[in-house]
């Protein structure tokens, strides 16, 4: 029993240490397109697509309201991990997850139950929004069930401080447009994440992309920022990615759901 606990002991303490870029690819099997993809948002509804342009949405009405309806009606909502999504969990109950850096809002590695500091949102997440104005955070489910009240959600936190017109005295509501926690065409990825990244690629052995075609940047960078610290690098996707006769990279094009299982039982015995 001595010798079984201590091979468990130091199997544990010499397991790879492994960061993950999740793309959109993870979540089709939990019923949500690919956003860029043949059924997604940007080629089949152009509208929605252009709303998400930042200027776009900050000054048309109309675009903030096709939006949020877009939104409100997202399959994300009701949407359920998928065995890849488990399988990461499990990567993490087993001490060999460093990080997971999703490309996704959808939200649901957070549903997995993995811990917040492990994700990282690199396109941000539709779970919660901002006052454009003065910052404060609003439930961005609360905001879509009221649309039918208030198409284009606008901040209602009240300002003892700011001067009404109206009533010619100090107090009134921010009025400040709602934007969903999620970067928009024209915004930059947060800093934070970007720090976040580099620091867990200082420290991992393996970096795995998972359901990315990577071809957005700076995502599709960073397979190479990994390869130039002489990282491993893992990339499963159904469709080819620019790293496919990269020599040095190991392509899966396989439906993720069954390639995870078999990456993280080896991750975790070899």
Known sequence: MQLKQSMKYVIIAYMRNITIINGAGISVNAG??????????????????????????????????????????????????TIAHQEIKRLNDNKAL???????????????????????????????????????????????????????????AWNEKKWNKR????????????????????????????????????????LWVIGSSLQVFPVADMPKQALLLNKTVRIVNMSATPYDRNPRVDCIHEDIDAALPVMVDRALTD
């Open 32 to 81: 949500i397109s690919a956003f860029r993809g043949i059924t997604g948002a940007w080629t089949t509804e152009p509208d929605v697509r252009n709303a998400f342009n930042l200027n776009v949405f900050m000054t048309k009405p109309k675009a903030r309201a096709l939006l949020w309806d877009w939104l409100a009606h997202s399959p994300a909502w009701n949407a359920e991990p």
């Open 98 to 156: 460093l990080g997971v850096f999703t490309q996704n809002f959808d939200g649901l590695e957070a549903k997995t139950g993995l811990e917040p500091d492990r994700i990282h949102y690199l396109h941000g997440n539709m779970l919660t929004s901002s006052c454009q104005h003065c910052g404060r955070k609003y439930d961005t489910r609360a905001l879509c069930d009221n649309l039918v009240n208030e198409p284009e959600p606008h901040c209602h």
């Open 167 to 206: 009533t010619q005295s100090y107090g009134k509501e921010c009025g400040g447009v709602i934007k969903p926690d999620i970067v928009f065409f024209g915004e930059n990825l947060e800093k934070h994440v970007i720090n976040a990244f580099n620091e867990c690629l200082t420290w991992t052995d393996e």
